[in-house]
């Protein structure tokens, strides 16, 4: 079989089609990267001796400049609910070939199967050729319990099949709540002091956060820093967020302000959502050309990644790498980095400047506020209004231009995305998902709005 599949990959190489396509087969995906396949980067072979690596000041350890964000595994095609362990192998498999050691993942990730996929992965892998990072996700308030929540820890190892976390993280301090809501899942039920000391006994070998939402606990977390010692944070940056964070929603911070605080304080920063969970790959048309006009070897996404990585004071930038050619795509930007230029750095913030003038939700595909009681497909709803108002596809009035070309993207595109019993018309209120948003999104507001629209849509009565 090793055979074959070499000689298939040759024969593949030699009538033209690269690496790039060659991994979609491999992975089982359908659809072609069609940006990649067009590009003569894209047909260029991985070195697998080139990544970029960054150095764990506490450890001295060598860390993969990407990381890989864990959340988005694929599912097997004729079973929704269940993941494709042999694409997950694969996705690794290569992901190691090329230097990337550094895995991220939760016990909530992909309706909680992420944990137990990744451990199968990695561990036909020598323990000491990656690192292994996972979360306290005690989100449900039945699990803020000291019992609870250790046996969220004990699970944990038990899944990734390992008897020691390289680094540990408090899974999105700020959320709910803010400072009550973080003080029950970690300081009154001494939760923290237990991960403390699990870190002093070696089986936690760094210990940090992740951040979403009420800034009062960031700086509190950040105040007590001598007191607690973080050894990483992980923040969410990107080059939209930089300034107009606060601005796409109030709720959120700007990363300039995050980034800053830690670099003065020394803290490598571990980065999540680079591309906004996507919507720094799927740009509005002309943003797009913008990027592509500068750089028309390379994916508008890999202008993201880059800024991500410039950073010095990043240690790694989580990428959740679902198909083979997201893998591909990411491994060219970083084997090696190319850090950014001056020029280059405000070309992008003059990007982001554009970008926010676009009225889209903030929302990153997460999926923190799914399953919906009611079957909603929340993501799938906000992703395609983005996605039309990214193309022009979203009308004023009736009387624009574009009105019926826009009309009949926005609705077919719709029934194709969403199923009809999943689509917003089904919300009630009930707002068991927003508290769960990291984005701080009020989604029943949003699901009726998009609903309106889409009525009058079919109505003709915008």
């Known amino acids: 079989m090793k055979n074959q599949d070499i000689n298939r990959r040759d024969f593949l190489k030699r009538i033209g089609i690269g690496a790039s396509l060659t991994g ?104 000491d050729s990656y690192f292994i990072a ?24 038990k899944e990734l099949q390992t008897d020691h976390i390289d680094y540990m993280l408090l899974h999105a301090i700020g959320v709910g709540n ?4 973080f003080k029950a899942r970690f300081i009154d039920n001494g939760i923290l002091d237990f991960l403390l000391a699990e870190r002093e006994a070696g089986r936690i070998k760094n210990l940090g956060f992740s951040y979403h939402g009420d800034i009062a606990v960031f700086d509190w977390a950040l105040a007590n820093h001598d007191k607690y010692k973080w050894d990483f944070v ?66 508008v996404a890999s202008w993201a990644f880059r800024y991500a990585g410039s950073h010095p004071g990043v240690l790694t930038v989580l990428s959740g790498m679902t198909y083979m050619e997201h893998l591909e795509d990411n491994l060219r930007t970083y084997c090696p980095l190319k850090p950014l230029t001056e020029e280059e750095t405000q070309f992008l913030y003059d990007t982001a400047d554009l970008m926010v003038q676009y009225p889209t939700v ?32 979203v009308a004023e009035s009736s009387q624009s231009p574009n009105y019926a070309d826009a009309r009949r993207a926005f ?13 917003a018309s089904h919300c009630i209120g009930c707002n068991q998902c927003s ?8 989604i029943p507001k949003e699901l009726h709005r998009i609903d309106q629209y889409v009525e009058a849509l079919k109505q003709n009565t915008i």
């Open 435 to 442: 508290p769960h948003c990291p984005q701080s999104i009020n």
């Open 362 to 393: 903030a929302c990153n595909d997460c999926k923190y506020c799914m399953p919906c009681p009611y079957g909603i497909d929340i993501p799938a709803i906000l992703l395609h209004y983005n996605k039309c108002v990214n193309q022009g596809n």
């Open 411 to 423: 609705l077919v595109g719709y029934d194709r995305s969403v199923p009809k019993l999943r689509q």
């Open 178 to 181: 803010g400072m009550e809501e």
């Open 24 to 127: 979609l087969a491999l992975a089982g995906c359908k659809k072609p990267a069609k940006e990649l396949a067009k590009s003569s980067s894209a047909l260029a072979e991985i070195p697998t001796d080139k990544m970029t690596y960054r150095t764990n000041p506490k450890t001295g350890e060598k860390v993969s400049i990407l990381g890989y964000g864990c959340m988005r595994w694929p599912n097997k095609e004729d079973n929704s609910n269940e993941l494709d362990q042999e694409a997950i192998n694969r996705l690794v498999d290569t992901a190691i070939a090329h230097g990337v050691n550094y895995f991220d993942t939760s016990p909530a990730y992909c309706r909680g199967l992420s944990e137990h996929a990744t451990g199968v992965a990695l561990s036909r892998h020598p323990r």
């Open 234 to 299: 992980q923040i969410q940056l990107n080059y939209l967020d930089w300034k107009h964070a606060k601005e796409l929603n109030p709720r959120n911070t700007d990363g300039e302000y995050l980034y800053g605080e830690l670099e003065k304080r020394g803290i490598p920063a571990v980065i999540m959502e680079p591309l906004l969970g996507g919507r720094l790959s799927n740009v509005p048309d002309h943003i797009a050309t913008r990027l592509k006009q500068r750089e028309p070897e390379n994916s």
């Open 134 to 157: 996972t979360k306290m996700s005690n989100f449900a308030q039945q699990t803020w319990s000291r019992e609870a929540s250790i046996g969220i820890y004990r699970n944990s190892l």
